[in-house]
């Protein structure tokens, strides 16, 4: 059986090489430099230039609270519970052409095709207590947490948490069936659960 890798090898090596240049390229058209300033260079010296003092004005964000905002006591004791997050349709629902689409009584469950990517963590951001347990767990390293408060200065906490936080609303609140705080909620499964801890 004949072998082609040497013969193949060989006319690899003995082949002419010939340069490519940047020269053989062909320019059609006169071109011109870019005129234009850079859009995000131009966005941060506008940024830079204006004091933003003036423009926000030395108010006292710590007194922010939402219209509904939701209250919660504080834990007496810990307990664990889950949430079933299955809707059912209360009346039919229609298509452009008429036709029902989901029946009333449909039963939807959102955690069926979707996943909470967030453990979420409710806490009264006035308890020094609850703050220090929040501190003092593992779920203050973890950057997938989501913290919701109650109460607190949402400004301040945020600095000092050095995260985003939000407040708790009614809606949530009777969604997830919280009733206390410190309270954690994760995804189990298709449903969700709920731990509340006695934090002191």
């Not at 131009?42 to 004091?51: D, P």
Request: charged fraction near 25%; charge should be neutral.
């Amino acid at each position: 059986m004949i072998s082609f890798k040497p013969l193949l090898l060989s006319l690899l090596v003995l082949a002419p090489i010939s340069p490519v240049y940047a020269r053989d390229a062909v320019v059609v058209g006169k071109t011109y430099p870019i005129a234009e300033p850079d859009a995000l260079l131009e966005m941060e010296q506008r940024a830079a230039a204006v004091n933003w003092e003036e423009v926000i004005g030395k108010k006292d964000f710590s007194s922010y609270r939402p219209k509904d905002l939701h209250y919660l006591p504080k834990a007496k004791k810990s307990r664990a519970f889950t949430v079933d997050l299955t809707y059912a349709v209360p009346e039919d629902i229609r298509d452009k052409a008429g036709l029902v689409a989901y029946p009333a009584g449909y039963r939807f469950n959102p955690l069926e095709v979707i996943s909470l990517p967030n453990t979420l963590v409710f806490l009264n951001g006035k308890d020094k207590e609850q703050l220090a347990w929040f501190k003092a767990s593992p779920l203050w390293e973890d950057i997938s947490v989501m913290v919701i408060l109650t109460d607190g200065d949402i400004a301040k906490l945020s600095q000092s948490m050095e995260r985003p936080l939000y407040f708790l609303t009614d809606v949530l609140a009777h969604r997830l069936n919280l009733s206390a705080v410190p309270s954690v909620v994760k995804q189990k499964g298709k449903l969700l659960e709920v731990r509340e801890y006695a934090a002191n």
